[in-house]
């Protein structure tokens, strides 16, 4: 106990020197969660583009004993050694990922490859802006440029703007640096380098969010998501489930009454801390498991009643785990921090010091220091100075608590100012484009006026020439045109068929929900009120009993009855539409027991009752499998319409399973019915899954 005390009391001193001095090293540190998220991306993106490659994770072991092949060819080497070092970087030693660098570009230039020492030198640029030398980055880019120049390949320029937007981001320039990540975007654009578009679009999509610029910053999360999911890599994947949380986070506080958005945002975080957690061993960027650890239990302590208070601490202590573990001290120090206002809120006053103790420890063991967590520190000793009676201690706290926020809010406002100066530029530059534009545009047509003009001659001579080509032409295209013809033939008569079918069951079932619901519930109706008769004649208690039982069980059948015809029929689609149906259809298996979220997003409801029939089985097939098969915690349905296209989603985050190996497999008879199905609604689907982190079907088809 007095060994905590004096902890607690050397950690006060401390504390009580920075404000004068840490204060004012840390006035430009505003953006540091934003500068943490930009170096993790894009360190990892010009990895990938670098060498343009996806792979396995693999071990240090592993790669070095390819290193060792003597026959490996020089490209197949330099390629290893870049993976090396990155494996190095973020998992064991940067020094070595610098010595493992300089050997490549040794290598590179011995080769005269002039694309791939591009790529080395990009990369340098990128590892020494990362470790805050920017001298040392601007001098590699330079070198980087020097080379792109000689080069003809457009993938060496982009790598060479990629890496120019990574060092204006580190010299807070984020306008210049969004211009250069575009610029990359736009040379890239066609590669279909699913690696690369994940971890640009993420970096774009977050700076967007430090601007609050909702557009723009959902529009490049989904993208990102989007590629992620097709590289087929574990770390991009998460990264963009976590992208995509904060997307969800940051409409959430712009209009806290769509709570859907919150659970969406809790729901992308768990599963990406599900997915991060399991891969723990094949994963680069280990530091993700204890931030989303944090952010999910954040989320729980903010905005969820204190019944949840014990989830938030059980991913508190994962996140310190996994901080300790991945040396992430800013997390670890906010997680001792959260902890600690949990045991002051109880009052365990002493566990409450020894948790603010090793805050304290965490924070001051990196050379910057984060004033957000500095002030939450400052203000859990004013508390417990407080509660302990200790008034002097608490004033003088809550002054360095106060000073603490005061820098804070200093640095806000001057990136605010910043961010403003940015966007204003922006625009400016954005009109003056425009402008330049369109006079290349009408520069363009006079010179080809002038061209058409002066060639006028020669194209008569070439008129015959060009006729009989053109006829040439014209028959195959009539030719083409008529096979296409044939083929929209064929098609519509399959849809008719398809259509027929579906009829045809519709009417099957509404014929035996009328029967059931009518013959044999009223048969049973009569059964019912013929044995109510016998009640009066019975005078055994016993056989009373037996009777009421077997009254009940009629009641219960009748119900049952009742249930499947209008499962088989749903009178509340006929006379509502499909979003009060499938609504109501979600709220039933709510009250039975099963969690499930529904969402209705501007449905008009102008959809035939036929085609909102067949969007309705969809809907109910999809839900079945995730209740029956996926072992979910959480099913989300989803049905938004924009302008004349509607989209229903079912999304679970379920056990999942292997898209192709079920391929591979062979399709089940309910797969085969939902795509019947689209197939008649004209639409597209698209199945997504992986093994632990859930599975999203999407739906799209016309409103006609």
């Not at 910053?217 to 992620?228: E, F, L, T, V």
């Not at 002030?375 to 608590?401: H, P, S, T, W």
């Not at 006079?439 to 194209?459: M, W």
């Not at 067949?614 to 319409?641: D, F, T």
């Amino acid at each position: 106990m007095q060994r905590i005390s004096r902890t607690i009391t050397i950690s006060n001193r401390i504390l009580y020197r920075i404000p004068s001095k840490l204060l004012f090293i840390s006035i430009n540190t505003g953006l540091h969660l934003f500068q943490h998220v930009r170096f993790t991306f894009t360190l990892c993106l010009l990895l990938s583009i670098a060498f343009n490659t996806s792979y396995a994770h693999l071990s240090e072991d592993s790669l070095r004993l390819v290193l060792d092949r003597k026959e490996l060819s020089s490209q197949d080497r330099l390629e290893t050694m870049a993976r090396l070092a990155e494996f190095l970087y973020y998992r064991r030693d940067p020094r070595l990922a610098f010595e493992l660098l300089d050997k490549a570009l040794k290598l590179s230039k011995r080769l005269d490859n002039i694309d791939q020492t591009t790529s080395l030198y990009a990369l340098l640029a990128m590892q020494h802006s990362n470790d805050g030398n920017i001298q040392l980055a601007l001098s590699s880019l330079d070198r980087a440029q020097f080379y792109a120049k000689r080069s003809a390949n457009k993938r060496s320029k982009a790598l060479v703007q990629l890496s120019k937007g990574t060092i204006q981001l580190a010299q807070n320039e984020p306008h210049e640096a969004i211009a250069s990540l575009l610029l990359a975007a736009k040379d890239f654009d066609g590669d279909h380098d699913y690696s690369y578009e994940s971890n640009l679009y993420t970096t774009i999509s977050t700076i967007y969010g430090q601007w609050s610029d909702l557009p723009n910053q959902d529009k490049y999360a989904r993208i990102a998501r989007y590629s992620a999911e097709r590289s087929k890599d574990l770390d991009k994947l998460i990264a963009a489930y976590r992208c995509t949380a904060n997307n969800f986070m940051a409409h959430y506080e712009a209009n806290t009454i769509r709570k859907q958005l919150l659970d969406s945002a809790l729901v992308r975080n768990k599963a990406a801390f599900s997915l991060a957690k399991k891969n723990k061993d094949r994963i680069i960027h280990v530091t993700e498991i204890a931030a989303l650890a944090k952010n999910i239990a954040a989320i729980y302590e903010q905005y969820f009643p204190e019944s949840s208070h014990d989830s938030a601490r059980y991913y508190l202590e994962i996140a310190i785990e996994e901080a300790q573990f991945s040396k992430e001290n800013t997390v670890l120090a906010d997680s001792y921090v959260m902890l600690a206002k949990q045991q002051i809120e109880k009052g365990n006053l002493t566990e409450a010091e020894m948790l603010v103790g090793n805050a304290i420890m965490a924070l001051h063991r990196d050379p910057t220091v984060n004033n957000e967590i500095e002030a939450k520190i400052f203000y859990c000793l004013a508390v417990m100075k407080e509660k302990q009676g200790d008034l002097n201690g608490a004033l003088r706290n809550y002054k360095l608590y106060v000073d603490a926020y005061t820098t804070l809010f200093n640095t806000e406002k001057m990136s605010l100012g910043k961010r403003l100066d940015a966007q204003y530029e922006a625009g400016k530059k954005e009109k003056a484009l425009l402008v330049l534009q369109q006079q290349v545009q009408f520069n363009q047509k006079l010179n080809r006026i002038y061209i058409a003009f002066s060639l006028t001659s020669f194209l008569t001579l070439l008129f015959l020439f060009y006729a009989y080509k053109q006829r040439v032409k014209a028959m195959k295209q009539q030719d083409k045109l008529h096979q296409m013809e044939v083929n929209k033939i064929r098609q519509e008569h399959r849809i008719s068929l398809l259509s027929a079918m579906l009829d045809g069951q519709e009417q099957e079932r509404s014929r035996l929900a009328r029967d059931l619901h009518d013959g044999l519930g009223g048969l049973l109706s009569g059964v019912k009120i013929e044995l109510a008769g016998f009640m009066q004649l019975l005078k055994n208690d016993s056989q009373q009993q037996l009777m009421n039982r077997t009254l009940q069980h009629l009641d219960g059948a009748i119900g049952e009855l009742r249930r499947i015809a209008h499962s088989m029929m749903p009178e509340i689609l006929m006379r509502y539409g499909l979003g009060e149906a499938i609504r109501e259809y979600c709220q039933k298996l709510k009250s039975s027991g099963i969690n499930i979220q529904c969402q209705i997003y501007h449905y008009t409801n102008k959809m035939e009752a036929s085609r909102q029939l067949v969007l309705y089985r969809i809907m109910q097939e999809l839900v079945n499998n995730a209740v029956k098969h996926a072992h979910s915690s959480l099913i989300l349905v989803q049905l938004q319409q924009i302008e004349q296209s509607v989209t229903l989603i079912v999304e679970d985050d379920g056990n999942g399973f292997d898209v192709k190996a079920l391929l591979a497999a062979g399709k089940g008879a309910g797969l085969t019915n939902i795509e019947s199905r689209v197939e008649f609604l004209n639409g597209t689907m698209d199945f997504h899954s992986e093994i632990g982190a859930g599975t999203t079907v999407t739906i799209e088809c016309n409103e006609v």
